[in-house]
Each structure stands twice: as structure tokens, then as C-alpha cells.
């Protein structure tokens, strides 16, 4: 079957993608760290895709990172392959290179000097991380981090399953941004739109 690309693919179709590459948040990023439930990694995944994230980072530092190819594919092969995918297996480099690229980083962690998840500041350039299913972010990643937030809990429970987590805190994240109007003006510049239009055209 031959290949698309962007001069093949319907004028609908050219559009939407362009539409949706306008809307991408280079300054919003989310860090999975040694999840490995597949399931879990792939509704994180959609969840990153639907609120505009273009690039997501693996750190698998214990766990080794899912086969994503064999798992969850109603939730994650059509949000997969819209987003940069960056694996790490040093806290060190993940953060290096983050900061490296004006990230704040906020770990998802609940302790005693937690900071609820309204007071962070989503409209800077924020990079959030999200741990293992059972032990949560490590203590490496959190002393790391320039914050760490709690998600505000009512009832008994004290945490929520980590995709929820996620979508719970990604959507704050759009919340704010939305009323900043940072998804009003595209942040890929107009050659890095471009490519990756290109890019995109033959998915």
C-alpha cells in the first residue's frame, strides 16, 4: 500500500491536522515514571494527546517500560503515534534535559508540604510527573522536582488510580492555559509546524 503524505491526504484532512498541530503545548509536558501497567500508560496517553501535549517522557528507572504495541489499543495506538515519545532510564538525564528546556518540574506526590494541585502555576512552562502505581514518585524524582501537589481528595480514599490522576491534573493544566489563551497562538514555530505537518501526513 503506498505511503501518504501531506500532498496526498484530503484537504479535510491537511486541515485538522494543521488545526490540531496549532493548538499543541510545547510549554506543557507530562513525565511517567516507572509505570507499568500498559493499561495505565495508554490512557495517560490519550489523555496527553486530547489536551495538546506534543512531547511525553518515559523514565523507567526499576520497571522496564510497557510494550505498548500489544496492549490497551482502543485507548492508545490513535494517540500514540501523535505524540513524541522520550524514554529515560536516569532521573538525572530526564531532568537535565527538561531543564535544559525551561521546564519547571512539579512531581504528583502527596506529603506534608504538599501543594494543592490549584495553586500550581500551569501557564509557566511545566513539566509533571507522575509515579508507580504502588510506590508513587520516587523520593529521588521528588527531591528533584521544583514542587510537588496533591489532588484534593473528599472521601475516604487518599489517592486516585494514576490515569485518573493524570487526566485530572492535564486538565487543570488546560484550564489554565485556555483562560491564559495559550492555545490561541501556535507555540511550534512555523518551520518545526511545517515538518511536522509532513510528518504527520503520512501517518
Given at each position: 500500500?503506498?505511503?501518504?503524505?501531506?500532498?496526498?491526504?484530503?484537504?479535510?484532512?491537511?486541515?485538522?491536522?494543521?488545526?490540531?498541530?496549532?493548538?499543541?503545548?510545547?510549554?506543557?509536558?507530562i513525565?511517567?515514571?516507572?509505570?507499568?501497567?500498559?493499561h495505565n500508560?495508554?490512557a495517560?496517553?490519550?489523555?496527553?494527546?486530547?489536551?495538546?501535549?506534543?512531547?511525553?517522557?518515559l523514565?523507567?528507572?526499576?520497571?522496564?517500560?510497557?510494550?505498548?504495541?500489544?496492549?490497551?489499543?482502543?485507548s492508545?495506538a490513535?494517540a500514540?503515534?501523535?505524540?513524541?515519545?522520550r524514554?529515560f532510564?536516569?532521573?538525572?538525564?530526564?531532568?537535565?534535559?527538561?531543564?535544559?528546556?525551561?521546564f519547571?518540574?512539579?512531581?504528583?506526590h502527596?506529603?506534608?508540604h504538599?501543594?494543592?494541585?490549584?495553586?500550581?502555576?500551569?501557564?509557566?512552562?511545566?513539566?509533571?510527573?507522575?509515579?508507580?502505581?504502588?510506590?508513587g514518585?520516587?523520593?529521588?524524582a521528588?527531591?528533584?522536582?521544583?514542587?510537588?501537589?496533591?489532588?484534593?481528595m473528599?472521601?475516604?480514599v487518599?489517592?486516585?488510580n494514576?490515569?485518573?490522576?493524570?487526566?485530572?491534573?492535564?486538565?487543570?493544566?488546560?484550564?489554565?492555559?485556555?483562560?491564559?489563551?495559550?492555545?490561541?497562538?501556535?507555540?511550534?514555530?512555523?518551520?518545526?509546524?511545517?515538518?511536522?505537518?509532513?510528518?504527520?501526513?503520512?501517518?
Amino acid at each position: 500500500m503506498a505511503k501518504h503524505t501531506i500532498d496526498t491526504i484530503t484537504e479535510r484532512r491537511r486541515a485538522r491536522l494543521e488545526s490540531v498541530l496549532r493548538r499543541r503545548q510545547t510549554g506543557l509536558t507530562i513525565v511517567l515514571e516507572n509505570i507499568w501497567d500498559p493499561h495505565n500508560v495508554s490512557a495517560i496517553l490519550r489523555s496527553a494527546d486530547a489536551v495538546g501535549i506534543l512531547t511525553v517522557y518515559l523514565l523507567y528507572t526499576i520497571e522496564s517500560a510497557p510494550n505498548l504495541s500489544r496492549h490497551g489499543k482502543q485507548s492508545s495506538a490513535s494517540a500514540k503515534k501523535w505524540l513524541d515519545v522520550r524514554l529515560f532510564h536516569d532521573v538525572d538525564a530526564c531532568f537535565s534535559e527538561l531543564r535544559q528546556n525551561g521546564f519547571a518540574i512539579y512531581a504528583s506526590h502527596l506529603t506534608e508540604h504538599s501543594a494543592g494541585l490549584h495553586e500550581i502555576d500551569f501557564t509557566r512552562k511545566t513539566a509533571i510527573i507522575l509515579g508507580n502505581e504502588h510506590r508513587g514518585v520516587s523520593p529521588e524524582a521528588c527531591e528533584r522536582s521544583d514542587g510537588i501537589y496533591y489532588i484534593p481528595m473528599m472521601g475516604m480514599v487518599e489517592s486516585l488510580n494514576v490515569s485518573v490522576a493524570a487526566a485530572v491534573s492535564l486538565y487543570e493544566a488546560l484550564r489554565q492555559r485556555t483562560d491564559a489563551g495559550l492555545y490561541d497562538t501556535p507555540q511550534l514555530c512555523e518551520n518545526d509546524l511545517a515538518a511536522t505537518l509532513r510528518e504527520w501526513g503520512q501517518k
